[in-house]
Structure formats: C-alpha cells, structure tokens
C-alpha cells in the first residue's frame, strides 16, 4: 500500500504497522511477553523458561514430561513405608546391640550404617521391581527412622545420662538413613 505525498507528489510506500505479539504470561502476573514455549505454545515470561536442545519451555511442560517417569500409586509408597519400617526397627535393634560394645562400637557402625542404608534400598527395590516413585526415598528415610528410633529409645535415656557412647547408634542410623537416600535417588 502506497500513499502520496503531498509535497512533492510522489507515492511514498505507507509505513506498516508493527505487528501486536505481546500476550500475558500465564505463571506469574507479572507483564507482557513475546516467548512462547516451544512445545505447547503457551506464553511465558523469560524467567519462567526453561531451556531445552530443541528451545524454551514452560514449567507445565516440564512438569508433566517428569511425571511420565514415574508409575507408582498410592500402595507403592505404603508397600515401602512398611519395608522400611520393618528393616528400620531390625537395624535399630542392631545398632543398639553394636552400641553397647563400647569404643569399638564406633569403627563397627561406621562400617555397618551404609551397609544397612544399602540393604534396606536394595530390599525395597526387589519388592517394587519396575515401580518408580518420585519420593520413595523420602517415605523410605522416614519410615526406617521411625522404625529405629523405638528401638533406641534406651540409648536416648542413656545420652541423657551422662553415657556419651551411647550416641553411637545415632550416628550409624544417620549413616544408613544417607546410604539410603544415595541408593534411592540414584
């Protein structure tokens, strides 16, 4: 489209207007924007992208692509909060009974407390089998807690005693809580 003008007569071509791209991000109210993700098309702000090989996509994306990873239901997590329950209150009872040796006892459970954490990850792993949970470490590290922590209860009232090597139990079930979560999360 052209239009004249009116000075010297001559077709001068009509700027363009530019074209209107801004649309709302969706996430946070926080302005206009031009970026879209790359996979489902919606508006985003650049900070609420995230960036891929193949473009910029938004959390919803990213969100429903990580769940596609994980299977587990509801009596999955409860399948391992009673495993781990169960071995928690076995390795509570035999960190208390490695705890009363006296000095040895801390070489014993620093060698013992992974090993523990590893078998208690492997044993919950065998019993899922494919099953995959977002969070199974972290019903996993709170149900062997649980577990142990009735079992050293005599060892809590001799810490408050005056036995300082009655916290050595404490430190193998600290180390085989943090063997689990490394098994688990892997």
């Known amino acids: 489209m052209t239009t004249q003008d009116s000075s010297t007569g001559e077709a001068a071509p009509a700027l363009a207007a530019p074209p209107h791209y801004d649309y709302a991000c969706q996430y946070v109210a926080s302005g206009e924007t031009t970026l879209r993700c790359s996979k489902c098309n ?3 702000m650049p900070k609420d992208a ?3 090989p193949t473009g910029y996509v938004c959390t919803y994306y990213v969100k429903a692509r990580v769940a596609t990873f994980y299977n587990a239901g509801i009596e999955h997590y409860v399948l391992v909060a009673i495993v781990a329950l169960v071995l928690g209150a076995i390795s509570g009872f035999v960190l208390n009974f490695v705890g009363n040796i006296g000095f040895f006892a801390l070489i014993l459970v620093i060698f013992a407390g992974p090993a523990i954490g590893a078998l208690v990850a492997e044993a919950i792993r065998r019993v899922l089998g494919r099953v995959r949970g977002m969070y199974f470490w ?4 709170i149900a062997l807690v649980i577990g142990a922590v009735f079992l050293l209860l005599p060892s809590i009232f001799s810490v408050l005693a005056g036995n300082i090597f009655s916290l050595i139990p404490f430190l193998g079930l ?8 490394a098994r688990m999360r892997i």
């Open 42 to 44: 919606r508006p985003l």
């Open 50 to 52: 995230k960036r891929t």
């Open 138 to 141: 972290l019903t996993a590290a």
């Open 174 to 181: 600290g180390l085989a809580v943090s063997a689990l979560v």
